[in-house]
C-alpha cells in the first residue's frame, strides 16, 4: 500500500516536471518513471487476449498513475504528454467516464495530441469511446448522461468524421430517454440520423414521436380543474 507521504511525492514531483515543461513535451524523472511504468503496463495489457480481462488489469493500475495525473493538472501548461493521454483512454475504457473528464478538459484546452498510433483526434477519441461506453448500458440507465453532454459540449465545433458524432447524440439521447426525457431524447436521435441515417436510430425516432403524440392527446383530452362552472 502506498503511503500518503509517498503520494504527496509523487504528485509534487508531476506538478514540477509539468510545469518545467510548459507548453512543450513532458519530461523529468517523474514523468519518465511514468513513462516506463506505462509501457510495462501497456506489454502487460498486450499479452492479454481477453477483453473482460484487459478492463480487470487497466481497473487494477490505474490508481498507480491517479498522483501523477493530479500533479499534471494542477500545474500543467499544456505539454504534450503521452502518459496522460493513455491514462484519459484506459478511464474510458473502463467505464470511468467522471474520471476521464478532468483530462479531457485539460487536454482540449490545450489541444493536446493523442499520438500517432491512436490514428484519432482527441476530440473525436472522447466522443466515439466515451459514446460505445454509454451505448453499452442497460437501457434505463443515465448514468453517464451529464458526462455525456459535458463532452458533447467540449468537442462542439472541432472536426471529426459525422458518424463519431452521430454516435455520441444516439447515447446522449439514450440517456434522455433512459431519464424519461422524451423530447431531449428526440433531439438528440434526430440530431444522430441528420449526421448519419445509418445510425440506427429511425425506431427509436418512431417510437418516441408516437409516444409524445399520445402524451399531447390525453392531456388535451384532461378536463381543466380550475374551470368555472356555468
Given at each position: 500500500?502506498?503511503?500518503?507521504?509517498r503520494?504527496?511525492?509523487?504528485?509534487?514531483?508531476?506538478?514540477?516536471?509539468a510545469?518545467n515543461?510548459?507548453?512543450q513535451?513532458?519530461h523529468?524523472?517523474a514523468?519518465h518513471l511514468?513513462?516506463?511504468q506505462l509501457f510495462?503496463?501497456y506489454?502487460?495489457?498486450?499479452?492479454?487476449?481477453?477483453?473482460e480481462?484487459?478492463i480487470?488489469?487497466?481497473?487494477?493500475?490505474?490508481?498507480?498513475?491517479?498522483?501523477?495525473?493530479?500533479?499534471?493538472l494542477d500545474a500543467?501548461?499544456?505539454a504534450?504528454?503521452e502518459?496522460?493521454?493513455?491514462?484519459?483512454?484506459?478511464?474510458?475504457?473502463?467505464?470511468?467516464?467522471?474520471?476521464?473528464?478532468?483530462i479531457a478538459?485539460?487536454?482540449?484546452?490545450?489541444?493536446?495530441?493523442?499520438?500517432?498510433?491512436?490514428?484519432?483526434?482527441?476530440?473525436?477519441?472522447?466522443?466515439e469511446?466515451?459514446?460505445?461506453?454509454?451505448?453499452?448500458?442497460?437501457?434505463?440507465?443515465?448514468?453517464?448522461l451529464?458526462?455525456?453532454?459535458?463532452?458533447n459540449?467540449?468537442?462542439?465545433?472541432?472536426?471529426?468524421?459525422d458518424q463519431i458524432?452521430?454516435?455520441?447524440?444516439k447515447?446522449?439521447?439514450k440517456?434522455?430517454?433512459?431519464?424519461?426525457?422524451?423530447p431531449?431524447a428526440?433531439?438528440?436521435?434526430?440530431?444522430?440520423?441528420?449526421?448519419n441515417?445509418?445510425?440506427?436510430?429511425?425506431?427509436?425516432?418512431?417510437?418516441?414521436?408516437?409516444?409524445?403524440?399520445?402524451?399531447?392527446?390525453e392531456?388535451?383530452?384532461q378536463?381543466?380543474?380550475?374551470?368555472?362552472p356555468?
Amino acid at each position: 500500500m502506498v503511503s500518503s507521504l509517498r503520494k504527496h511525492y509523487e504528485r509534487i514531483t508531476a506538478a514540477q516536471a509539468a510545469a518545467n515543461a510548459g507548453d512543450q513535451v513532458m519530461h523529468g524523472d517523474a514523468y519518465h518513471l511514468m513513462h516506463a511504468q506505462l509501457f510495462e503496463d501497456y506489454r502487460r495489457l498486450k499479452s492479454v487476449q481477453s477483453v473482460e480481462r484487459k478492463i480487470e488489469i487497466k481497473r487494477e493500475i490505474l490508481p498507480n498513475y491517479a498522483e501523477y495525473v493530479a500533479g499534471v493538472l494542477d500545474a500543467g501548461r499544456g505539454a504534450e504528454d503521452e502518459v496522460l493521454m493513455r491514462i484519459m483512454l484506459w478511464r474510458i475504457d473502463v467505464g470511468d467516464i467522471t474520471g476521464a473528464l478532468p483530462i479531457a478538459r485539460y487536454a482540449m484546452q490545450h489541444q493536446l495530441d493523442p499520438g500517432e498510433q491512436f490514428q484519432r483526434s482527441t476530440p473525436a477519441i472522447l466522443a466515439e469511446e466515451s459514446a460505445e461506453q454509454a451505448l453499452a448500458l442497460a437501457d434505463d440507465d443515465d448514468s453517464m448522461l451529464e458526462a455525456l453532454c459535458e463532452i458533447n459540449d467540449l468537442i462542439d465545433g472541432k472536426d471529426m468524421h459525422d458518424q463519431i458524432r452521430a454516435k455520441l447524440h444516439k447515447a446522449i439521447g439514450k440517456g434522455y430517454r433512459a431519464s424519461n426525457d422524451l423530447p431531449d431524447a428526440l433531439n438528440h436521435y434526430q440530431r444522430a440520423f441528420e449526421l448519419n441515417d445509418r445510425a440506427g436510430v429511425k425506431q427509436d425516432i418512431d417510437r418516441i414521436e408516437k409516444a409524445l403524440k399520445k402524451q399531447a392527446a390525453e392531456q388535451a383530452g384532461q378536463p381543466q380543474n380550475n374551470a368555472q362552472p356555468g
